[in-house]
């Protein structure tokens, strides 16, 4: 018997030699790209391309067209919430979409879609892709507040040799505390002990994991925090996390703790975060995510001495659009064979 054709539309930019690959899944798999209606990447696994990219007439209708004949989509088209809610309405053919990013939730939840019109398709998040340059990121974080390499900079900036020398702390022996002990989380975990930590975190379904000495959920994350030297959160923006950590959270850390966030801004409020870098709560954060981004030019974070700030940067890697098209061709694999997809948004609380 003949198999049955899928369709696959590439809506985001991606190099050629990676689409090859996509056709390679399967003979069923038909891949329309067409690569001079995509925006040229800036940079690396640059998703949503050149801003200055216009398509002309001829070219959006056949941008659309392209997408609304697929079944499955690489990509969110245009890479926003508004490009997904049009594709939705306009494709009832349409059966998944993989996007690009790990908290690809944020998106679904923007684009104004109901419960009834997500339902009616999956859509994958690129969740674990991103895991070893975050958990890497948060290493960094951790070590630079371990290290004093802000007041480092300082001096040498101003060319200051002190006369007394300050002590850095040692991060082997010391505790860390992960909030989300998902992908991204297990793996700073690993990093962590690699380098002599001890490692306590929160997930959502509270169980025993290797390695780790005690897992909560957040509901119990105030407990683990007075025995944390660093707090690293990889925890994604949902109702659920909104403002976790609050002034009582930042409270009941030790005076000195470095945190360090690589899962969404929203997930902290700002101000009570500057507020425990002022009393001395928090002596370092390194900071890659904000409530609101770009980071407004007139945010205290800027300038404040203890605060490293990244422009959402530390999951980017040249190995980016290599690693989420292996992960589409194995999804699509699964999805061929009518399995059940991994890493799927839900379409209620957008995780």
């Not at 989509?73 to 594709?87: Q, S």
């Not at 939705?88 to 419960?115: C, E, F, R, Y």
């Not at 390499?149 to 007394?164: G, Y």
């Not at 945010?299 to 690693?323: I, Y």
């Amino acid at each position: 018997m003949t198999p049955v054709e899928t369709v696959v539309a590439i809506a985001v930019p991606l190099e050629a030699e990676h689409v090859e690959r996509i056709r390679a899944v399967d003979p069923s798999v038909t891949v329309l790209y067409e690569p001079d209606l995509l925006p040229p990447e800036r940079y690396p696994a640059d998703h949503t391309g050149d801003p200055a990219f216009r398509r002309t007439r001829e070219q959006e209708d056949r941008y659309w067209a392209l997408l609304n004949s697929a079944q499955v989509l690489y990509g969110i088209p245009n890479e926003n919430p508004g490009g997904l809610a049009r594709i939705v309405a306009s494709n009832p053919h349409l059966q998944w979409i993989q996007a690009m990013a790990a908290g690809a939730g944020g998106t679904v939840k923007a684009s104004g879609l109901d419960t009834e019109a997500l339902g009616k398709l999956k859509i994958t998040n690129s969740a674990g892709v991103h895991a070893l340059p975050l958990a890497e990121f948060s290493a960094l974080g951790v070590l630079n507040g371990f290290k004093r390499t802000a007041e480092l900079a300082r001096d040498q900036a101003a060319k200051t040799w002190p006369e007394v020398r300050t002590p850095t702390r040692l991060v082997s022996g010391s505790h860390l505390v992960i909030t989300g002990l998902g992908e991204i989380g297990l793996e700073t975990a690993r990093i962590a002990r690699a380098l002599g930590m001890t490692v306590s975190g929160t997930k959502r379904t509270v169980e025993a994991l290797d390695g780790i000495k005690e897992v909560t959920d957040n509901d119990g994350l105030a407990g683990l925090l007075p025995a944390a030297d660093a707090v690293v959160n990889t925890l994604p923006g949902t109702p659920y996390t909104e403002k976790l950590f609050n002034h009582d959270i930042f409270a009941a850390m030790k005076p000195g703790t470095v945190f360090v966030n690589v899962g969404r801004g929203t997930v902290v409020d700002e101000d009570a975060l500057l507020e425990a870098l002022d009393n001395g709560q928090v002596s370092y954060a390194c900071l890659d995510v904000f409530a609101v981004e770009p980071l407004p030019a007139d945010s205290p974070l800027w300038n404040h001495p203890g605060v490293m700030v990244s422009p959402h940067s530390s999951a980017l890697s040249a190995a980016e659009n290599r690693l989420i098209s292996d992960r589409f061709c194995s999804n699509l694999r699964i999805f061929l064979d009518g399995g059940d997809l991994p890493h799927l948004v839900d379409p209620v609380h957008f995780y």
